[in-house]
């Protein structure tokens, strides 16, 4: 893969590759620079951001993808194919030192010194929205994520909640719901402190992602207390995850050592559920798990 940084030396494009759109490029440079800077402050959104920019960069080659390499991962645009040389451009705010990420190009055809030169300086147009983009991505991330474990929070769920009530009515596709609450978890953390209480919250949190489909989302609503939206109609789905919970958890040997053990209750979703009836049915199932000895997990129908 070939890598660029900074190009700013003139040079002769005589015998290279220059695609014929290239050429009628030249002409409306400034005005087309002019209109993707219109077109990217129009939005904060990575995604649409790295759209519109490709839109742009077909005008001076044919590309068969294009990818946003940062710390937070990969954006490409829409359909977006890895075929042929990848052309990698390290996009950085010079005058503050900062880098952002890599724009990684999938093009058939080789990449002319005058084309990367043209890509650069609509570089220089992308970066300064692509540094807000990433700044609200980011604080967005830290509005729907819990800090501590990575799994999102209370306020995702709350959204995230409402959006399949709404689906199961619209599309009829039922889903279960799981809360989940840490048995002995307060004797452990008074007697060996929260740093530790911490180190056992992030090793469950990562046991029950380990324990979910990718299809299934889990949440912490703060405290050691969990739940789990799971994209299924069918109560063996939950049984088989809740079972899959409680294997990794005895066979932990942090958890094990400290007889963590975990109380489940779900339920699945019903055509005239709202938000509060499907929790509480949960919770009901939760208080029955904990009545009936712990380690253990029940459901509400």
């Keep these: ?3 660029v940084h900074v190009l700013t030396h003139a040079s002769s494009t005589r015998g290279q590759y220059l695609p014929s759109k290239a050429n ?14 219109a077109q990217l402050q129009k939005t904060l959104e990575l995604a649409k ?32 194919k890895h075929l042929g040389q990848k052309v990698s451009f390290d996009l950085e ?37 692509l540094r807000n983009a990433l700044m609200f991505y980011r604080v967005k991330k830290l509005a729907t994520k819990d800090i501590l474990t ?16 709404d689906r199961y009515r619209r599309h009829h596709r039922r889903f279960g719901f799981m809360l989940l609450d840490l048995d002995n978890f307060k004797q452990v953390n008074d007697t060996h402190g929260h740093l530790f209480g911490d180190q056992v919250l992030v090793q469950f949190s990562r046991l029950l992602q380990q324990s979910i489909r990718g299809i299934d989302t889990v949440f912490r609503f703060g ?38 053990t975990a109380s489940i209750g779900f339920t699945l979703a019903q055509v005239k559920d709202d938000n509060i009836s499907i929790f509480e049915r949960a919770d009901k199932a939760l208080y029955k798990a904990k009545n009936n000895g712990r380690d253990c997990f029940e459901i509400m129908k």
């Design 1 to 3: 893969m070939e890598n």
């Design 24 to 37: 009628s490029y030249r002409s409306t440079n400034d005005e087309n620079i002019h209109s993707l800077v």
């Design 49 to 80: 951001l790295i759209n519109i920019f490709s839109l742009e960069a077909t005008k001076l080659l044919s590309i068969t993808g294009l990818q946003f390499h940062s710390s937070d991962g990969v954006v490409e645009m829409i359909g977006s």
């Design 93 to 129: 705010i010079e005058n503050e030192n900062e880098r952002l990420g890599q724009l990684i190009y999938f093009t058939k055809k080789p990449m002319s010194i005058f084309i990367k030169e043209k890509l650069q300086r609509l570089h220089s147009v992308l970066v300064y929205p």
């Design 150 to 165: 990575g799994l999102s929070n209370r306020s995702h769920f709350n959204d995230y909640l409402n959006k399949k009530i």
């Design 223 to 260: 405290g050691d207390e969990f739940a789990i939206l799971i994209d299924d109609n069918q109560e063996k789905a939950c049984n088989l995850i809740a079972n899959r919970i409680q294997a990794l958890m005895h066979e932990d040997a942090l958890l094990a050592k400290h007889k963590i």
